[in-house]
């Protein structure tokens, strides 16, 4: 009976609904910190960055300076709207679809790894222009 129990639960556990809250938690990781570029607020921006990213840049505003320079799209843009994800144990990445400010398309590829407090973190960004191969 408890080998039944087990089976049960890992399935549940396995099933990609299982991972809709973290998928769920990360977009909004993501969403508050687009909303924080939005306001110009880099403490907050900061904030949704993981630990090896604030090892990077060890300021909110170097941070935000970076974004600005490098990531113009997700700085500031028309639209930006959440893609496919995929998760991987602690990890998710999730595709943003991303109009810019001069209405060019773009994709990110944004990662996102949980915290030991249970939270997630922004690791990375990669951004490509639409339709622009790897």
């Not at 769920?24 to 687009?34: F, K, L, N, Y």
């Not at 600005?68 to 595709?95: L, M």
């Amino acid at each position: 009976m408890r080998i039944a129990a087990l089976l049960v639960a890992l399935i549940v556990a396995c099933h990609p609904a299982a991972f809709a809250g973290d998928v769920a938690a990360a977009q909004s990781v993501i969403r508050a910190q687009e909303q924080a570029f939005v306001r110009d607020d880099a403490i907050a921006a900061y904030s949704f960055a993981a630990p090896a990213i604030k090892e990077i840049f060890s300021a909110p505003d170097i941070f935000m300076s970076m974004v600005q320079n490098g990531y113009a799209p997700v700085y500031r843009h028309k639209s930006f709207e959440f893609g496919e994800s995929k998760t991987d144990g602690g990890w998710i990445a999730q595709r943003v679809h991303i109009i810019d400010a001069n209405g060019e398309a773009w994709e990110a590829l944004y990662t996102l790894e949980q915290q030991g407090d249970g939270s997630y973190k922004i690791t990375g960004c990669s951004l490509l222009k639409a339709g622009q191969s790897v």
